[in-house]
T-cell receptor, first 112, second 110 residues
Framework: KNQVEQSPQSLIILEGKNCTLQCNYTVSPFSNLRWYKQDTGRGPVSLTIMTFSENTKSNGRYTATLDADTKQSSLHITASQLSDSASYICVVSEESGNQFYFGTGTSLTVIP | KAGVTQTPRYLIKTRGQQVTLSCSPISGHRSVSWYQQTPGQGLQFLFEYFSETQRNKGNFPGRFSGRQFSNSRSEMNVSTLELGDSALYLC?????????FGPGTRLTVL
């Protein structure tokens, strides 16, 4: 069964600190993996997209890693800011490109 | 390039009523998907339309329906609204590789 699991479910960190969010998936055949940031009450916004051959991709203070062998991905946030408070969603798509599998997200709260 | 637009942004209805939500995808995208998002449930897939045809369907009752027009714009309809239908309804426009979400329609059923 194709699934995407994220951990932790929620996280609270101090402003300026780093954090790492995890995503494990069983989706096969794999096409790509995306991380989205969703602010409360708004639609998700894409942070990174990674295909099978990519191990690391950065977008400013966000760095995503992908290990296609172990089917794991992580999103590392450096020097967190209050505006990073949001839900982070991992989405994996099948090779066909027609099916997207969503994790339930990690709720990140950055406190001053 | 304009992003995905959804109308209306907010909606309040009462139980038993019906509602229609609209989504305009990114120009050139032929795939439009709809999702329901409620606190604690994450994103739940409703259905996907591609070139005016429903290509995939999630596990929702028949009260939820949709359609897509020749210009790729899509509408979602919910009939006989229930309190549990209160949610953020998101539309996503897809290319082969990536999916772009609209801002969502916040539906409140009283």
């Amino acid at each position: 069964k194709n699934q995407v699991e994220q951990s932790p479910q929620s996280l609270i960190i101090l402003e300026g600190k780093n954090c790492t969010l995890q995503c494990n998936y069983t989706v096969s055949p794999f096409s790509n993996l995306r991380w989205y940031k969703q602010d409360t009450g708004r639609g998700p916004v894409s942070l990174t997209i990674m295909t099978f051959s990519e191990n690391t991709k950065s977008n400013g203070r966000y760095t995503a890693t992908l290990d296609a062998d172990t089917k794991q991905s992580s999103l590392h946030i450096t020097a967190s800011q209050l505006s990073d408070s949001a839900s982070y969603i991992c989405v994996v798509s099948e090779e066909s490109g027609n099916q997207f599998y969503f994790g339930t997200g990690t709720s990140l709260t950055v406190i001053p | 390039k304009a992003g995905v637009t959804q109308t209306p942004r907010y909606l309040i209805k009462t139980r038993g009523q019906q509602v229609t939500l609209s989504c305009s995808p990114i120009s050139g995208h032929r795939s439009v998907s709809w999702y329901q998002q409620t606190p604690g449930q994450g994103l739940q897939f409703l259905f996907e339309y591609f070139s005016e045809t429903q290509r995939n369907k999630g596990n929702f009752p028949g009260r939820f329906s949709g359609r897509q027009f020749s210009n790729s714009r899509s509408e979602m309809n919910v009939s006989t609204l229930e309190l549990g239908d209160s949610a953020l309804y998101l539309c996503a426009s897809s290319s082969r590789i990536e999916q772009f979400f609209g801002p969502g329609t916040r539906l409140t059923v009283l």
